[in-house]
C-alpha cells in the first residue's frame, strides 16, 4: 500500500499524559501536512513541513503540541499535559507540490479521559 | 480570514437520483479548490482537484465546477447509489506565498436510500 498511514489509529489516555502519533506520508511526497478534525466540524490546519522543514504553523498549534519530521520522510505530533479538549481525530496529509492534491491518512482517534 | 459554507448540512435521497452539493468561500484569492469524501470515523478520500484557472473537473459519475469570482463551488453526483453515502468536504487552499493550508468546510452528509 502506497497511501499516507498514520500510528495509532487510536489512543485512549488520561488528562495529564503526553501523546505522540506519527505519520508515515506517500514516499516520494516531500510535503507534509497535519490536521485536527472535532465531530461535526472540518477539518482544522495544524501545521506543515517541506522536508523536514516546518513553514507554516497554526494559532491552534499551542506550546503543548510539538511536531517534527526530523529526516524529510516520517513525521511525529506530540501532545504534552493531554487535556480533555484535545479529543479528536488527528489527521495527516501528503503531496508532491502544495499546488497538488493533498492525501490524507485514517486518522488518529485520541480520547483524553 | 478564509471561511468556507457548504450547504445544505445534510441531504437525504431516493437510488438514482442526481444532486447538488454546494461549497462557497469567501476570500476568491485562492490557488485551488478540492473536494473529499469521509466515511464514518475514516480518513478523507480526495475526489476531484480544480485549479483557480479551471471552471471543472469530471470524475466518472462526479463533476465539480468553480466560480472564482462569485466564490462558489458545486460537486454533481448523477445517478447516485447507495455506496455514495458519506460526508462530503469541500476545502480551498488560499493563494499567496507562504500559506499551505487547507480551510475546509463543515461538510455536507449525504444518505443515498435504496
Known sequence: DTGVSQNPRHKITKRGQNVTFRCDPISEHNRLYWYRQTLGQGPEFLTYFQNEAQLEKSRLLSDRFSAERPKGSFSTLEIQRTEQGDSAMYLCASSSDPLNEQFFGPGTRLTVL | ?????????????????????????????????????????????????????????????????????????????????????????????????????????????????P
Open chain 2, 1 to 113: 480570514k478564509q471561511e468556507v459554507t457548504q450547504i445544505p448540512a445534510a441531504l437525504s435521497v431516493p437510488e438514482g437520483e442526481n444532486l447538488v452539493l454546494n461549497c462557497s468561500f469567501t476570500d476568491s484569492a485562492i490557488y485551488n479548490l478540492q473536494w473529499f469524501r469521509q466515511d464514518p470515523g475514516k480518513g478523507l478520500t480526495s475526489l476531484l482537484l480544480i485549479q483557480s484557472s479551471q471552471r471543472e473537473q469530471t470524475s466518472g459519475r462526479l463533476n465539480a465546477s468553480l466560480d472564482k469570482s462569485s466564490g462558489r463551488s458545486t460537486l454533481y453526483i448523477a445517478a447516485s447509489q447507495p455506496g455514495d453515502s458519506a460526508t462530503y468536504l469541500c476545502a480551498v487552499r488560499r493563494s499567496g506565498a507562504g500559506s499551505y493550508q487547507l480551510t475546509f468546510g463543515k461538510g455536507t452528509k449525504l444518505s443515498v436510500i
